[in-house]
């Protein structure tokens, strides 16, 4: 039996799945298809939760995203944010109810909650 260094993967935070792989720079779940960049402990340690964007960016208040897919809005007037949406000086909030960590105003739908896993930071 040959002993490795390599450090165990950890589960997927979606599904909680331990057979996550590498793919690229990010994690992957072939159980749920979830992506997520893994945490460098590094940069996070002693800052608290970070949120992270779709392709694994470090968000903060003030940033700007764009939506990197299209959402559907439920309840009141619905409707379809298209993806590519800028929105302006966001901010977070990391307990925020079933994953929706993001407090934005979005151009033609007023205010509204979104989740970090479908924006992108704009550099």
Request: aromatic share 4%.
């Amino acid at each position: 039996m040959t002993e490795t260094n390599e450090t165990p993967l950890p589960p997927c935070p979606e599904c909680g799945s331990e057979y996550a792989y590498a793919s690229g720079a990010l994690l992957t779940c072939p159980m749920c298809g979830h992506e997520w960049a893994p945490v460098d402990a590094s940069t996070d340690a002693g800052t608290g939760p970070s949120v992270r964007d779709a392709v694994g960016n470090v968000l903060s208040d003030g940033d700007t995203v764009t939506l990197a897919k299209s959402v559907k809005i439920s309840g009141g007037g619905g409707g379809t944010i298209k993806a590519g949406t800028k929105v302006s000086g966001i901010r977070l909030d990391p307990g925020g109810a079933d994953g929706h960590d993001i407090d934005a105003k979005v151009p033609g739908f007023g205010k509204l909650r979104l989740k970090s896993s479908v924006v992108k930071r704009v550099s």
